[in-house]
């Protein structure tokens, strides 16, 4: 399998391609917001730039995400959930290193939005890790140079 | 000195105790169904919290003439939008400029697929512009 870079445009349609696949997923995303925006912030010397991500959910499944090219597009997006990290938690939270309901409660991850909602829909997880787990990861930090 | 390097105090060490005491408790929680119930009710319970806390923030600063969170947010996201047309225009200028310079227009301004910006759809019914949706 070909590792694919951390949240590159071809990393998240990965992702976002074996989420869809799950038959769970749309028990896990009914009742929650409709879009969602992630933002990994940049690290020196691994991560530039912040990385910025959108995404909607219609139907069960993701229906439609991109890159967003300014973080300050959210501000207009408006999305119902905005989750952002240190590119560092995220890499603890995708090798599942870190809890990311403990994360949210201890404030390392910053969850805006309905994050009642999030907490009690915390047993689908294994959605995201099957996912997590089915692409091929690539880490900045970790590509030699 | 910045934030990092700042020594801890008495209270920075009681809140990370806290957090640390918190963030193990609702590890334990977190593994049981109910316990799972409770710390969500908990944390839905100190949103609504902050929620009516700020809503009481908002009305007294207007009270006295005074800008709210709301307020900022309303300028930051008119800001954003402004970015964002700016954005536009240069990108239709710098396709005008190549079409001017006899490259050709083709795939001039479009971003390539792996770029901010490219949006992806998984079903096109869906397929609108989610800015517009308020």
Known sequence: MR???????????????????????PRALAGLGADLAAIVEAEPGV???????????????????RLLEDEDEILELEPAYVVRAPYRLWKDLLLQRLDPVQAALSGRLRVKGDLEGLVRRASYRYIMDGALRAVATEFPDEVRR | MTEKDRPKGLGDLLVEQGLRFASQAAKVMMDDRRGQEAVAAAVGLAQKG?????????????????????????????????KRKIRDLSRKVEAGAVVGGGRGAEGAGEAPEDAPGAAHRAAAPHARDPRRKR
């Open chain 1, 3 to 25: 590792a694919v870079r951390f949240a590159s445009g071809a990393w998240i349609a990965a992702v976002v391609e074996a989420v869809n696949r799950h038959p769970d997923l």
């Open chain 1, 47 to 65: 991560l530039p730039r912040p990385i910025a991500a959108w995404g909607r959910q219609a139907q069960g499944r993701v229906a439609e995400w």
């Open chain 2, 50 to 82: 902050m929620k009516r806390l700020e809503g009481v923030q908002e009305q007294v600063l207007h009270a006295v003439g005074l800008p709210a969170k709301t307020d900022y947010d309303e300028v930051a996201k008119q800001m954003a939008r402004m």
